[in-house]
Antibody, heavy 117, light 106 residues
Framework: EVQLVQSGAEVKKPGESLKISCKGS????????IVWVRQMPGKGLEWMGI????????RYAPSFQGQVTISADKSINTAYLQWSSLKASDTAIYYC??????????WGQGTLVTVSS | DIQMTQSPSSLSPFVGDRVTITCRAS??????LNWYQQKPGKAPQLLIY???SIQSGVPSRFSGSGSGTDFTLTISSLQPEDLATYYC?????????FGQGTKVEI
């Protein structure tokens, strides 16, 4: 069974750094793209970026380029999303998903990130 | 970026109704169009990929059609468990943008 298990909820202060994770199992982790999606409170889905773990080829949406870093460690089947300096506007649920045939077929449970002073 | 526009933004059909949601792309995306269902408090789930292929395990009352710039998601007979927000997404080019969502309230 394919599973994507994300790290737990985080509460941070503005200016702090954060790295959340997404661990894949039940499939060949290296050979499928992993996508990150943001959902701000009460809002829709926003595509942030995507990574191919086999060679760490990464693409970002323009609005997220330079704001976050997407990475992966194929040796432990884990993808990451990180911030160097959080803002209150980063408060959201972040989902990872596995892409199959250009569709986000399998989703993690989501990680709630709350940024508040 | 390719813009995806869904309509309507919300609808309140009756159980058993035929429901149609449309999605329009700002440029041609061939059939690189997916539909997702998100129930309250849950992660999204893939319903339809490649504009018209139904994902394994999805009830047959869901169907998708279209190509180029205009696409449709149809629920043939709405069930209570279909209460959700539905999103289209293009995967023709990066960034792989989503529509703004259509909330189905029963």
């Amino acid at each position: 069974e394919v599973q994507l298990v994300q790290s737990g909820a985080e509460v941070k202060k503005p200016g702090e750094s954060l790295k959340i994770s997404c661990k894949g199992s039940g499939y060949s982790f290296s050979t499928y793209w992993i996508v990150w999606v943001r959902q701000m409170p009460g809002k829709g889905l926003e595509w942030m970026g995507i990574i191919y773990p086999a060679d760490s080829d990464t693409r970002y949406a323009p609005s997220f380029q330079g704001q976050v870093t997407i990475s992966a460690d194929k040796s432990i089947n884990t993808a990451y999303l990180q911030w160097s300096s959080l803002k209150a506007s980063d408060t959201a649920i972040y989902y990872c998903a596995r892409e199959v045939a250009a569709a986000a077929q399998d989703w993690g449970q989501g990680t709630l990130v709350t940024v508040s002073s | 970026d390719i813009q995806m526009t869904q309509s309507p933004s919300s609808l309140s059909p009756f159980v058993g109704d035929r429901v149609t949601i449309t999605c329009r792309a700002s440029q041609s995306i061939n059939t690189y169009l997916n539909w997702y269902q998100q129930k309250p408090g849950k992660a999204p789930q893939l319903l339809i990929y490649g504009a018209s292929s139904i994902q394994s395990g999805v009830p047959s009352r869901f169907s998708g059609s279209g190509s180029g710039t205009d696409f449709t998601l149809t629920i043939s007979s709405l069930q209570p468990e279909d209460l959700a927000t539905y999103y289209c997404q293009q995967t023709y080019s990066s960034p792989r943008t989503f529509g703004q969502g259509t909330k189905v309230e029963i």
